[in-house]
Every structure is written in structure tokens, then in C-alpha cells.
């Protein structure tokens, strides 16, 4: 499911002190699917030994242009053509001169002139390289070329001073990458697609410092964001507060209580293709709530609590329905399959994703959760344990299945 599936993708490493971090990224690209190719500059092997690659990736590294070991293949023209995507991790500022100018001179830059799949280059050196003119115009030439450059990170050098040139994480490299396929890429199923997600549990206010609320995480509703992305949907995650990281390339928005939730949740509606109502929205609100901290009084012993119904937001949206596809979450402690059943038909969902919050690995706060997915006339289907990503993707999946 992932857009890195199966791609073919050569990772070009030169010689920098960053030369390492490559292993990080090619372990998840490899992790999402992608079968990974290394070609390195002599000088990187300076840094990283070959053998260190090429157990990683369980294929041969290209180091030597002049090797005797392959005589059906020249071997910089058959990495090239075998590309899909081609990342060079970390460039240095001299291979991107050489880049910048169309230059050869080992198996590294040859597969880079060589191949017709899109570039990706990921610049890293000392602060004043990179400020340099001619490293500035090297980097414009390649942008001017058609290749994708990310900008380096600002911070602590090698060298013991701050500046800008250091990698990105490679976490944030991923992300870019990922970011620059999905822009490009117009056959993935939620292409064109625009997915409203919301996350987390709602907070009532009972003063200034204190709430309601519930032990959701908002992990399940990142998770959908982000997959739906990955599968080509144009996403905005409307979310509570929480420590999550927020998805990459995913329009945020937090709100806090269920007024707020309802209210961007209808905002967004009438543009929405497919609706995931993963957040834990709390049913109930303070009647009263005050402007200041609410204070124990002398002798007091009990303090009692005046609640009143919040908005059913899935109700208000069901007559509102034209061509939107609604998920609904429910989570239960007893009866599951018997109370889904009924919200599934009394809030006219398309989908409902029931869990036993009851079991242990299952719904508020875990990694991993197992579900129940009810719709309208078929047989309920039970998921095993699953990582809340794969959860996800078993719902988007069966959602694209009906439709949307
Ligand atoms: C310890 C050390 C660290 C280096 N780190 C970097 C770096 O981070 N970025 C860079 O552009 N050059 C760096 N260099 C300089 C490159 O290794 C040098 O320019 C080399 O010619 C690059 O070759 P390549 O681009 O073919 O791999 C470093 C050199 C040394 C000795």
C-alpha cells in the first residue's frame, strides 16, 4: 500500500561526514517496500565501508566503474535504467558541482547522468560551502534541471560551530521524499480525493484549568491521515491537542472541545470525499462552565458535576449527505457488534469501525488495535491484532472497495 512498494530506488551516497545517515533512510525506504540499489564515490567509501550497504540491501553496491566482475553489463548503464528514483545521500558540494555541469568521472555521477528517473538531491556540508556562490549556483542549476533539492538543516556542525548545511533527520528526509512521489504521482487510488480526518479525544472546559476528557491518544487518526495521504488523498487532520507528530504533507487543524470539532467538521463537509471520524468525542459537556478556578470551600466534601449533551455531530451530517462516504468509530466495553449495528443505521454511516476497548493491545492509547468493520447490508469483518498503519489501511482500503 505504501508508494514506496516494489519501487526501484538508487541511493547515490558521496563523501561527507553525513555519508552514515544514509543507512537510516535506506532502511526506510526498504521498510515501505522499496527494493534499494547503492552507488557510492570513492570518497564516501572513505566514510562508509561498501559492505556495510550492500548487507543492508542485499544487493551489489556500484563503487567501481571499472570492474571486471559483471561481463553482461556495463554496470553504471544497467543501475540507471533498473531506476526509478534516484536520491543523492548526502551530496556533497563537489558532487553537486559536478552534477551542475553534467560531468562523469566515476560510478556514482555516470549512473546519475545516465538514468532518466527523477532526481532527488540532499545536500549537507560545512555552512560557509554551502553559502558559497558557486555552491548556490550549482544548487539553482540543478533545481533549473528539473531535480528536487532539499534545503539543509540549520544547526551544530561537525565542525563545533552552528550554520546551515547540516542533513535533515532522516526521518525528515523520508517525509520529503514522500511528499515530492505524492506530488507527482497520479495513480494512486485516493488521487484527487479530498479526506477529512479527525483525531484525538475533546476537551470540556470546567474552568480555566481543568476538563473532561477521555484517554484517546489520536494515534488511530493520525495513522488514517497519514495513509490516506500516502494513498494520494488530499488530507486535513482536524485534531485535538496531543504529542503526536503531525503527518506530513496533511492540512492541521486543532480544535479542543466538541463545539469546536463540530464546527470545523461542518465547515469542511460539503468538500469532503470521504469523512474519518476517529476522534473521541465526548458526549457530554459541563452545563455551567466558569470564567474562574472553581475553589474548594471551607468544609467542603463533594463537589457536583451538571452535565448536558454535546452535539451528535454524525447526526447533524446524515441528512446533510450527498456524495460523502462517512466512517464512524465506536468504541465499546460489552455488546460491540449489537450496539455498531445500531449507531451504523441510526447515524446513516457508510462504514463504522467498532473495537472492544475492553481487551488488552485494543483502541485508547496502544500501537496496536483490532477492529470490527460494520456496513450497511454484509457481514461484519474482524481484523486481527494489527499496528494502528495497517489498521488503517484496512479501512481506507475497504472504503476505496465501496466507492469513494
Ligand atoms: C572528515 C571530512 C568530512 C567531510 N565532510 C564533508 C561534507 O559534509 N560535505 C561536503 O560537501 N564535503 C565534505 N568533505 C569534503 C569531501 O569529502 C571532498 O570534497 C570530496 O572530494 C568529496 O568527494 P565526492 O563528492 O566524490 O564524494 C569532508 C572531508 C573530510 C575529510
Redesign the pocket.
Known amino acids: 500500500m505504501s508508494i514506496w512498494q516494489d519501487r526501484h530506488v538508487t541511493v547515490v551516497v558521496?563523501?561527507?561526514?553525513?555519508s552514515y545517515k544514509a543507512i537510516y533512510l535506506i532502511r526506510q525506504l526498504m521498510k515501505q517496500g522499496a527494493t534499494v540499489r547503492v552507488a557510492m564515490?570513492?570518497?564516501?567509501a572513505e566514510f562508509v565501508t561498501p559492505l556495510t550497504f550492500q548487507t543492508l540491501t542485499q544487493q551489489p553496491v556500484v563503487c567501481d566503474e571499472f570492474t571486471l566482475q559483471d561481463p553482461q553489463h556495463v554496470v553504471h548503464v544497467e543501475l540507471a535504467d533498473w531506476t526509478d528514483s534516484l536520491i543523492v545521500v548526502?551530496a556533497?558540494?563537489?558532487?553537486i558541482a559536478?552534477m551542475a555541469v553534467g560531468l562523469a568521472d566515476?560510478a556514482?555521477t555516470t549512473t546519475i547522468l545516465a538514468t532518466t528517473a527523477p532526481k532527488y538531491v540532499v545536500p549537507?556540508?560545512?555552512s560557509h560551502?554551502y553559502a558559497n556562490p558557486a555552491t548556490q549556483r550549482n544548487l539553482a542549476q540543478l533545481t533549473a534541471d528539473g531535480m528536487h533539492v532539499l534545503t539543509p538543516a540549520t544547526g551544530m556542525l561537525?565542525e563545533g560551530y552552528a550554520g546551515q548545511g547540516r542533513l535533515p533527520e532522516p526521518d525528515v528526509i523520508y517525509d520529503w521524499l514522500t511528499q515530492q512521489h505524492l506530488l507527482q504521482a497520479t495513480d494512486l487510488p485516493l488521487h484527487g480525493k479530498r479526506v477529512l480526518v479527525t483525531a484525538g479525544g475533546t476537551r470540556e472546559m470546567l474552568d480555566p484549568v481543568r476538563y473532561i476528557s477521555n484517554r484517546s491518544s489520536g494515534k488511530m487518526g493520525y495513522a488514517v491521515a497519514r495513509v490516506a495521504r500516502e494513498l494520494g488523498a488530499k488530507v486535513t487532520l482536524i485534531s485535538t491537542p496531543t504529542a503526536l507528530t503531525k503527518p506530513a504533507g496533511v492540512t492541521y487543524t486543532e480544535v479542543t472541545s466538541a463545539a469546536d470539532l463540530a464546527k470545523a467538521v461542518k465547515a469542511d463537509f460539503e468538500e469532503t470525499d470521504l469523512l474519518v471520524m476517529a476522534a473521541a468525542v465526548s458526549d457530554f459537556k459541563p452545563t455551567h462552565a466558569v470564567d474562574q478556578k472553581i475553589k474548594k470551600q471551607p468544609g467542603q466534601t463533594g463537589l457536583t458535576l451538571e452535565l448536558a449533551e454535546t452535539e451528535d455531530i454524525l447526526k447533524t451530517l446524515a441528512p446533510l449527505k450527498t456524495h460523502q462516504f462517512v466512517v464512524g468509530f465506536a468504541a465499546e466495553t460489552q455488546h460491540l457488534i449489537e450496539n455498531a449495528e445500531k449507531k451504523l443505521a441510526a447515524k446513516k454511516l457508510d462504514m463504522l469501525v467498532a473495537n472492544d476497548v475492553s481487551k488488552p493491545g485494543v483502541g485508547f492509547n496502544g500501537d496496536t488495535n483490532q477492529v470490527t468493520l460494520l456496513t450497511p447490508n454484509s457481514t461484519p469483518m474482524t481484523t486481527n491484532l494489527l499496528s494502528k498503519t495497517e489498521i488503517a489501511q484496512t479501512i481506507l482500503k475497504a472504503a476505496i472497495e465501496r466507492g469513494v
Open positions: 558521496s563523501g561527507g561526514i553525513a564515490t570513492p570518497h564516501a548526502p556533497t558540494a563537489n558532487i559536478k566515476d556514482a549537507a556540508m560545512n560551502m561537525a
